[in-house]
């Protein structure tokens, strides 16, 4: 399989604790992106990486949230001190950078619920 | 700012043609579809570029009007597989900084028997 792949899928966390998420792109992507979808709402953008720098990071990202991509390949995005509003799928998207169309490619997602 | 998406929720017989509209209050550079299935992750449609042509494969087809800002999915002859929640996701600008996409909430795609 050459999609976009996310470990763990499902992960439940009690309030405090720490959780960190993986992300595989599509071997060839240099872009990688987490995004955030709580129910009934489309995918919120977190955060941007090309290659192994992290170009952007969204207000919604709060300081207990870092995200890492350190050879340029996978990527973790780590939560701290977890609370209920945590609670959501974490999408990972990865795209080419080729040309400017900049199509995006999603993973399974993790879901998190903190309880 | 998140792109409008229009209607909410739409109810078809296998058979039946739709439109999901996608209307944004900025200038757009480019214009992305998905379609999600419950528990499932988005899965790309297709995507519009300012200056593009309209898309289209099998018998969904997509529009971008640029002027207006907005686009329109387009399902003909719906197919049961069609269900799901169609978004669109928007790049408001080219070059290097067109790779954060704005989602909208949603179109409810039930394509009933």
């Known amino acids: ?115 | 700012q998140q792109p409008v998406q229009s209607p909410q929720a739409v109810i078809l017989r296998e058979g039946e043609d739709a439109v999901i509209n996608c209307s944004s209050s900025k200038a757009l550079y480019s214009v992305h579809w998905y379609r999600q299935k419950h528990g499932e992750a988005p899965v790309f449609l297709m995507i519009l570029l300012k200056g593009g042509e309209q898309k289209g494969h099998d018998k969904i087809s997509a529009s971008f009007n640029e002027k207006k800002q907005q686009s329109s999915l387009y399902l003909t002859a719906s197919q049961l597989s069609y269900s799901g929640t169609y978004f669109c996701g928007t790049g408001e600008n080219s070059g290097g900084s067109n790779y954060k996409l704005t989602f909208g909430k949603g179109t409810l795609l039930t394509v009933n028997p």
């Open chain 1, 1 to 115: 399989d050459t999609g976009v792949s996310q470990d763990p899928r499902h992960k439940i966390t009690k309030r405090g604790q720490n959780v960190t998420f993986r992300c595989d792109p599509i071997s060839e992507h240099n872009r990688l992106y987490w995004y955030r979808q709580t129910l009934g709402q489309g995918p919120e953008f977190l955060t941007y990486f090309q290659n192994e720098a992290q170009l952007e990071k969204s207000r919604l990202l709060s300081d207990r949230f870092s995200a890492e991509r350190p050879k340029g390949s996978f990527s973790t995005l780590e939560i701290q001190r977890t609370e209920q509003g945590d609670s959501a799928m974490y999408l990972c998207a990865s795209s080419s950078g080729q040309g400017m169309s900049n199509e995006q490619f999603f993973g399974p997602g993790t879901r998190l619920t903190v309880l």
